[in-house]
């Protein structure tokens, strides 16, 4: 084949300028670049998993209320007021405040001499003005004066409340004859001696004495609402809050549907005759309040529900005896009870709870809400309200004793010891919060109806204990009637079940219990004298059809010590069940258990099926020696012939009856595609592989759940990582595929024709797929492709690597050539960014012209004499402009080929030399280049290209720069003019004497033209 010279032009023109007249200095030329065959393809399709315990919930609806953030309320929307005369400004906040902040109009000014506050303001723009208020004391109510001095409509702004204020023109025969209209009668509050009647509301003390007497009549009607807006302090949609110190004024504030925040002051206790002073309560409440009784208020006054905040403060409310409820009359549809109790020390002894709904219908509960924010309680049961859902934020504590002594240093003695901390429908704890609850003779909680359900958040931490051996839920820390237990991410639920009761039961067929990510549950049960099963005996009982999912990193974990010699089974499942455990999750049940007839998991369906892949640990464990007939006593029985095993990817482990050591009997890995099917408690193996049949024989004859214990473990994922691969033949990346992986997998590449088929056999005894390598000891690998073999680019490459029944994937896109960025013509080895760069097309290929100097030479005088003129240096910027250098002028080249055929570079000052903007030429201009240097950057080991240390370039004569011979210049070369001492003395331009140049501008261009063999590849 013919050797054929290609060739890469580029033009620059230069200039020069005459009698301090400045001129451009470059435009440029490219011929068409060499372009290689374009292959693309499709792009891949993503691929979306989906977790094992991705299910959609319904979690209780809640509303969220912010009371630390100050909250700011205007009792009116639109004040009027006279140009240049005080207007008052009256604003309510949610809490006790020094110091606030407005914005208004540049036309408004604050009348410092009207009130004591500290004034300062800030000019925010041409429009507004800041104004800040600092006080001596912390107030919750603000009357603030403040004059406009132009008529017009004003916005003023507080936190995120607004108010109008129309400033109009003073109007001398202003007519007062509407003042007493505007000023209404402001109801007061009954006093605890009168008794009103029953439903009769009552509203809030009047701060109308506080107020400025002197007010204008346009502000009556903000006097009228501040009175109903006093100190809000949540932001509902009509605040109105009620400082409460004693009994009378806590229930009378529970009637009023215009309190929706009720703020504790002191500790106090119920009355003696809790009714006594209390309106809007049914006959019958009680008028007694026994020490170690019971004592009933149902309130009843018409439409009152609401949305109702009772903030505690830290301090304590004895209940005694009493239990708060209400009638559905109480009831308004539109906006039923929803009640938070927050920061609150509770004391009590009735066994219905403080307050609750139980006395409404199952609709209008099932529409409440009871909500606990930083509570403690103590003495008796939380809540007996058997419909109404629950939500606990915050730090809940919940502990019942048989006696209590308030801070007052009261006794009171608890109507009963039994009773359960809650019986209601649904529970939700939200994210963060702690909860700790303890009885004495009881279960736990208790949820009732087809609603029932237990909802954790996410990083809850929730401790249950029991006692006692009797009392409600049998005994049970959760039991649920009919429903489910969600639990979300990094939350732990630890559960102390007392003596022979569940730690949960769920008896009602179709129960579910699931756990999202990285969550644990903890179950410490100590002791046991009954073999019975059953909702209210095993340490988790579910009803049938019910399913159990662990989530991935999740982890459920049993010890049952002194269990004797019950035959009551661990997790007990009174029909079909499904159990799974998804990836790196755990199950681990321990008993000390001796009966052979203890297992520690009961399936009564031949339906059942336990499940699981990739788990950290499966441990079913007796942790004591079986007595009497070990030979059938098995750790889990599936009734009928059908139950089923199923396990995937996991180390096996087994202990022979009698083995109590950590060292097993047998030992597996890995073990995959396990299909296990039980009769009662004999088991058979229906499918099982893994690499060799050594294991899977070996496997077969000795494996059996009728064993001390059992244990699967995690198998390492495999993992496979691909370094760049690229078109770049000057690039190892052309030709080699590195990464990382797992050590010792096998590893398979496919996607770009270039790669040679496998030979490897796959190290699974019944796989026929080959594979590429092995990754060594460290993981590291590499293959190379056949000789003058490259990667096309835009292929997507992909890596398959496979260990022990488990595999991973990796891919990378081959990348085209890359445009070779500038280089410091002094440090070849760090990128730069010149000003006035040529524009020079980006990826002109595997050998291309990277960058050229455009020469400047300033603005000079006109000589009569033959003169040279220095081109001014190479500046440099910095990404941002904001730092400048100066370097020699240069040219850069790449050749990054695979093969090295050479190059030449030449430039030529085009014929028609230096012209002016008439076309006039400066006869007989040269460029002259000086002190040339080639160089380029460390890595590079090529040898260089030859040149001249100094070239002259006249008009329409060629000009050898460089030049490299086969298997030389390889690499990135910089050919500089100068050094930094010489760069302004390297490059010039001489005009002879008889030019006769003119007071203009004069430009010429130099054509740049790298040539070179195409290489055979």
Known sequence: MKNTSHKVIIAIIIGLLSVQTFFPSLSSLLLPEIHAI??????????????????????????????????????????????????????????????????????????????????????LSEEEQEWTLTFDEELMEFEIPIVFNKIGDYQLVIGEAEL??????????????????????????????????????????????????????????QAEAIAQLTEPVTPLNEISHRDVSNWQEFMAAIVNKDVNYINIVNDFESSDNPTQGVSGVAAGSATSNPTNGLAYIWTNASGISRTLVIEGNGYQIDFRAVAVGFYDSTV???????????????????????MNFTNMSIAQQNLSRMRYHNLTNAGNQLIHSHATPVVMSGEVTSHQSPTYTSRSGRVQTINATNQVNMEITQLEVLDNAVVDMS????????????????????????????????????????????????????????????????????????????????????????????????????????????????????????DAVNQGTTTSGVIHVAGAATFIVAKEGILDIKSDGTNPSHSLMTFLSSASTFTFADAQRINL???????????????????????????????????????????????????FNLKVNFASTLSSISNVSSISQEIVDHF???????????????????????????????????????????????????????????????????????FHLQADANGDFSLTLAEGDRFTKHNTVTAYAFLNGKFDTA?????????????????????????????????LGFISIDFISQYNFGDVSISADTKQYKALPQRLSSADGSVTEERPNYVQISDRRAQFTGWELNATLSAAGFRNDRGEELRGARIILENAVMLTNAANSAIPPTYSESMILDPGVPALIAEADANEGSGTWIQRYGDMGTMGDSVKLEVPIGSNPRNMTYQATIEWELSFVPSTE
Do not use: C
Request: net charge negative; no cysteine; proline share 6%.
């Open 439 to 558: 009885t004495i003779n009881a279960g736990n909680i208790y949820l009732y109806y087809a609603t029932g359900r237990m909802i954790i958040g996410d990083d809850v931490k929730m401790t249950l204990r029991t006692a006692g051996t009797g009392g409600e839920a049998y005994g049970a820390n959760i039991y649920i009637q009919n429903g489910r237990i969600d639990i979300g991410n990094r939350s732990e639920l630890h559960l102390n079940a007392r003596a022979n009761s569940p730690a949960i039961s769920m008896y009602a067929s179709g129960a579910h219990f699931e756990m999202s990510e990285d969550s644990k549950v903890v179950i410490k049960a100590d002791g046991r004298t009954t073999s019975l099963n059953g909702w209210g005996y095993n340490i988790i009982y579910m009803g049938a059809g019910s399913t159990m999912l662990i989530g991935n990193k999740s982890s459920v974990e049993i």
């Open 332 to 354: 308004n549809s539109a906006t039923p009870w929803d009640i938070t109790y927050q920061n609150i020390d509770i004391v009590h002894g009735n066994y219905y709870g403080f």
């Open 621 to 671: 464990e007796k942790t004591r020696a079986v007595t009497g007939n070990a030979a059938n006593s098995s750790l889990i029985s599936i009734s009928g012939s059908g139950g089923l095993l199923d396990v995937d990817i996991q180390a096996a482990k087994q202990w022979r009856h009698g083995n109590l050591t950590e060292e097993p009997d047998f030992s597996w890995s890995p073990i």
């Open 811 to 843: 891919e990378t896109v081959v990348q085209e050539i890359a445009t070779m960025n500038p280089r410091d013509p002094i440090a070849p080895d760090i990128e730069v960014n010149p000003e006035n760069k040529p524009d020079i097309p980006e990826h």
């Open 38 to 123: 374009d292959h693309t393809i499709e792009p891949l399709d993503e691929t979306h998993k989906m977790s094992l315990l991705d299910k959609a919930t319904q979690p209780i609806q809640t509303k969220e209320f912010d009371i630390h953030t100050p909250f700011f309320q205007f009792p009116v929307s639109v004040i009027e007021g006279v140009v240049d005369q005080p207007i008052d400004v009256f604003v309510v906040s949610s809490q006790s405040l020094d110091e606030i902040t407005l914005v208004v109009a540049k036309e408004a000014a604050i009348v410092e001499e009207e009130f004591a506050a500290e004034v300062k303001s800030k000019k």
């Open 700 to 770: 077969r004859a000795n494996f059996t759940t009728r064993a001390q214990r059992i244990l699967f473990e995690y198998i390492p994922d495999v993992e496979v990582h691909l370094e760049p691969l690229t078109e770049d033949p000057a690039l190892e990346g052309s030709r080699i595929i590195r990464g990382k992986a797992t050590p010792y997998s096998v590893i398979r590449f496919d996607g770009d024709p270039a790669i040679p088929a496998p030979q490897l056999q796959s190290p699974s005894f019944d796989d026929n797929s080959l």
């Open 164 to 221: 109008t204020i129309e400033v109009q023109a003073e109007d001398d025969e202003e007519d007062d004859s509407d003042d007493d209209a505007d000023n209404e009668t402001i109801e007061t509050e009954v006093s605890p001696s009168e008794t009103p009647q029953e439903g009769e509301r009552t509203t809030q003390p009047s701060n109308d004495a506080n107020l400025n007497e002197n007010q204008q009549d346009t502000e009556a009607d």
